[in-house]
């Protein structure tokens, strides 16, 4: 009892520390003065997603955006600024009554979809994500880029449930950098 | 010489209220702000968390094994009252685990009631049952809506549109009951007629001229279905949209509906996950709350214990001799009252010894006085004698003198030269100086001592064959002294020769390790009148002794810590046991 017990345990806090397989495509643009970024999740499981949310659950899937700007020089030890940081969290789940799949964000509202396709193509991308006005990157070409990451809950736990995810959270894929447009990599 | 007691009690306490306060503070934030809002805390402050509730327990954790380390030394060492304290600690702790144990199983148990009431057989099947209910009324008015409007029964309602409309409202609502609005659009959009509730009128421009189910409307707290159809009247197209409104409050039930069946649903696939998780978060929350109690009881245990291993280490104390040993106390409780009795004994008990020492060195000084006013009056009487034969021949015939004056001036200062010795060894005797302690070979010391005397007595052998070579701690010039001793002795108990065999073993006693020398002789032995006073001073059975020998050794010895004893028997010999520590300490 005690074994399977610390075995549980193990595999909790081991759980604690994610690792997934998953990529993340990333690209921005420059659209006016705007840095706009498109974050699309490659390799998601949509089938454990549509069968979770078949089943009357809802999926959760959180894109996460940063802007850093580059710390070079005397005190680059103490690593690269945070400039600006973006999370836009989407649930999905179907309307039985409808017979839709629906997925909602604070960004873009409610959107339903009648095609499965159509749905798991937006559900797993975030695109046109406005992040920074460019008139504010005062510093010279190379000193910003952008790094995003993705992670995917195919169940979305609900309260009191969700105490599970402080041991055990859906795998979070690695962190994803590009140079924002117009700002070349620099030649170390 | 006073002990004050370690008092670090009051601060311990504060340290360990304040542990609680802070650790009572992290699960009231824990519980009401983390677990409140987990939706946001990613896999980062999940594992903040995580590390958070394993460390503290961890720290506390360290501390009590630091503790209990220093209790395991201070009974390897036996210190005054560590014992008790063991005692006290696991009683403590056994009454911490009377306490949680049956609340922690209490807590479980509740735990798993509560998950099985929620998940009984039933709830989740019946609430999809609502579900499919739900569905099937929502579906029909949709098909109800779908096949109205298509029918020709609508298409013959609607011919009345130009010449009476209310007559078509009112016979489409004879026709269908479920249809609360009808809107009609040419193929211009632009709306001919609409009857009906009005929350229900729609802009024909957002509908782009899709025929069938339009999407469920909400507005406010109303739902809306329709259907649009486009139909061929009077050689034009018209489209109606039929409406139905939705009962009040449906969509809103609907939701809470599928909410509850969504967290159903997933109470019953991690049931089992949960379970583990909640009895792992039990005891995240209670361990450390239980190592703080054993913390609690190390500081009680202390406190407890204290005065009684200060009476402990009083008596102890008391029991080396020294009797200036004082307990404190700043408590103000029954053991305060048992520590003045105790400190008041030990005053009465200081002074009565001061007392019986003063009196035992009267007595020993008496004794002494005696035996060298004896010893002093017994050459005395040969140089009086002496003296007055001299002075008596001088007087009668000084002719004669010549013939006794050398024999009695020699006798006189034969007996001068005696006092003399006596008196010399007296004040050696007297003046003893402690041991000057250094490392040293003690076989090699025995040999040294038996070399001279050897050669002063060709009959005497020695046998040093379990003479080992053992390295002790003491004063050499004295260890010479004691053998010499012994050895003078020996040979005056051997006038027609013998063996002095000289031996050596290590013994324990008690923790400590002694080396035991054995010198053995073949001589007269001691008769039973004379053994009690062997190592008495001044006592002698020879002609010439003074009667210090023995009695110098046995203070030598007792100087080093040492014991000595002898066993002897008349005709066969005497061997005498010596005992010096093997790890003498600094004196």
């Known amino acids: 009892m005690a074994d399977r017990m610390f075995l549980v345990l193990f595999c909790l806090v081991i759980g604690s520390f994610p690792v997934c397989a998953d990529t993340v495509s990333l690209d921005a643009a420059r659209v006016g003065d705007l840095l706009e970024v498109s974050i699309t999740l490659k390799g998601g ?144 | 010489m006073r002990f004050y007691p370690r008092n670090p009690t009051p601060v311990g306490l504060l340290v360990l209220v304040l542990i609680l306060v802070v650790l009572v503070a992290l699960i009231v934030v824990f519980s009401q702000t983390i677990l409140a809002s987990l939706a946001n805390v990613d896999a980062q402050a999940n594992t903040i968390v995580l590390i958070a509730s394993i460390i503290l327990p961890l720290i506390l954790l360290g501390i009590i094994i630091y503790q209990l380390v220093l209790l395991i030394r201070e009974r390897t060492l036996k210190r005054p009252g560590s014992h008790l304290k063991i005692r006290l600690l696991l009683f403590f702790v056994f009454v911490s685990l009377i306490s949680s144990i049956p609340q922690a199983l209490l807590s479980v148990s509740f735990i798993n009631a509560t998950i099985g009431f929620w998940l009984q057989a039933g709830i989740e099947e019946g609430l999809r049952g609502a579900l499919d209910i739900s569905l099937e009324y929502y579906r029909g008015l949709v098909d109800n809506l779908d096949r109205f409007n298509s029918s020709r029964a609508m298409s013959s309602l609607l011919r009345d549109i130009r010449l009476d409309p209310d007559r078509m409202w009112r016979n489409i609502q004879d026709a269908n009951s479920s249809v609360h609005s009808v809107q009609i659009f040419d193929e211009e959009g632009r709306e001919v007629v609409f009857r009906g509730n009005q929350n229900s009128r729609v802009e024909f421009s957002v509908l782009d001229k899709v025929t069938g189910n339009l999407p469920k409307e909400d507005r406010e707290a109303l739902s809306i279905l329709r259907n649009i159809t486009s139909h061929n009247l009077f050689g034009r197209v018209y489209y109606s949209i039929v409406g139905t409104i939705l009962t009040e409050g449906f969509d809103a039930k609907a939701r809470q509906l599928t909410e509850s069946l969504e967290n159903f649903s997933q109470l019953n696939r991690y049931r089992r996950l949960f379970r583990i998780v909640l009895v792992v978060f039990y005891l995240i929350f209670s361990f450390p709350i239980f190592l703080l109690s054993i913390l609690v009881s190390f500081l009680l245990t202390d406190e407890i214990s204290r005065p009684i291993a200060n009476l402990e280490e009083a008596t102890r104390r008391v029991a080396e001799g020294d009797f200036s040993f004082r307990v404190l106390t700043r408590s103000e409780d029954e053991l305060s009252g048992l520590v003045s009795s105790f400190n008041r004994m030990l005053a009465e008990l200081s002074h009565s010894r001061k007392k019986l020492i003063q009196a035992e060195k009267i007595n020993a000084w008496q004794d002494i006085a005696q035996r060298l006013a004896h010893e002093i009056k017994n050459p005395l009487t040969p140089i009086k004698l002496s003296a007055q034969r001299i002075l008596k021949v001088y007087g009668k015939n000084p002719e004669t003198i010549d013939q006794i004056l050398e024999p009695a001036i020699s006798a006189i200062i034969q007996e001068v030269d005696n006092l ?119 006592f002698t059975t020879k002609k010439d002794g003074v009667g210090l020998g023995l009695a110098i050794v046995e203070r030598i010895i007792f100087d080093h810590d040492g014991s000595i004893h002898f066993e002897t028997e008349v005709g066969v010999g005497t061997t005498f046991f010596i005992d010096l520590p093997m790890e003498m300490r600094k004196l």
């Open chain 1, 45 to 188: 499981d949509a089938e454990q997603v549509i069968a979770s949310i078949q089943d009357g659950l809802k999926s959760e899937i959180v894109f996460q955006a940063r802007l850093y700007e580059r710390n070079w020089g005397l005190f680059s030890f103490l690593g690269d600024r945070l400039f600006v940081e973006r999370k836009v969290v989407q649930v999905a789940y179907f309307d039985f009554f409808e017979d839709m799949y629906v997925v909602e964000s604070e960004l873009k509202g409610t959107r339903k979809y009648e095609q499965r396709e159509e749905f798991m193509r937006d559900f797993f991308q975030l695109a046109d994500l406005r992040l920074q006005d460019m008139r504010d990157l005062k510093r010279e070409p190379g000193s910003y880029y952008i790094l995003a990451r993705i992670r995917l809950d195919p169940v979305r736990l609900v309260p009191p449930l969700n105490i599970i995810s402080l041991f055990y959270s859906s795998a979070v894929t690695p962190w994803q950098e590009i140079q924002i447009p117009g700002h070349p990599e620099p030649k170390l």
């Open chain 2, 420 to 538: 003399n010795q006596l008196l010399q060894e007296f004040r050696e005797f007297a003046r003893l100086p402690g041991p000057n302690l250094e490392e040293m070979n003690i076989g090699q010391i025995v040999k040294e001592v038996a070399e001279v005397y050897q050669h002063l007595s060709r009959t005497i052998h020695f046998d040093f064959s379990h003479l080992d070579e053992i390295i002790l701690r003491a004063d050499k010039k004295q260890m010479k002294q004691v053998f010499a001793n012994l050895f003078k002795n020996a040979v005056t108990a051997m006038p027609a020769g013998g063996e002095i065999r000289v031996s050596t073993d290590i013994v324990k006693k008690e923790n400590s390790n002694y080396c035991r020398i054995r010198v053995r002789d073949n001589g007269r032995g001691i008769d039973e009148n004379t053994r009690t006073f062997v190592f008495t001073p001044y």
